[in-house]
């Protein structure tokens, strides 16, 4: 499984961002997504899941209306972008493959991640 992110930076509070994982090793399309954060000194944290075909979608409760996962199983991508974003959603975001739920995309193979800073 390799997974490489990209489109991290430095933003302010309100603007958008959109991340890209692109994915090879695996079967793309067979294969659940997720994006997990870390915040400098916390834990990882769940942000968002997708199944296979992309139908299902889940999000943490702070992201939801904010935050959209998405897929292009053509491209082996997965993306989240991030509309108004604020300075707690400062993190290194990775991608995760094979899970889509909160419970088992924690301990998931993943990305080297992708930093995001908001602030002025």
């Known amino acids: 499984v390799q997974l490489v992110e990209s489109g991290g930076g430095l933003v302010q509070p309100g603007g958008s961002l959109r991340l890209s994982c692109t994915a090879s090793?695996?079967?793309?399309?067979?294969?659940?997504m997720s994006w997990v954060r870390q915040a400098p000194g916390q834990g990882l944290e769940w942000v968002s899941g997708?199944?296979?075909?992309?139908?299902?979608?889940l999000y943490r409760d702070s992201v939801k209306g904010r935050f959209t996962i998405s897929r292009d199983n053509t491209k082996n991508t997965l993306y989240l972008q991030m509309n108004n974003l604020k300075p707690e959603d400062t993190a290194v975001y990775y991608c995760?493959?094979?899970?889509?739920?909160?419970?088992?995309?924690?301990?998931?193979?993943r990305g080297q991640g992708t930093q995001v800073t908001v602030s002025l």
């Open positions: 995760v493959a094979l899970y889509m739920a909160e419970s088992k995309a924690l301990d998931g193979p």
């Open positions: 997708i199944s296979d075909g992309g139908t299902y979608t």
């Open positions: 090793g695996f079967i793309f399309s067979d294969s659940a």
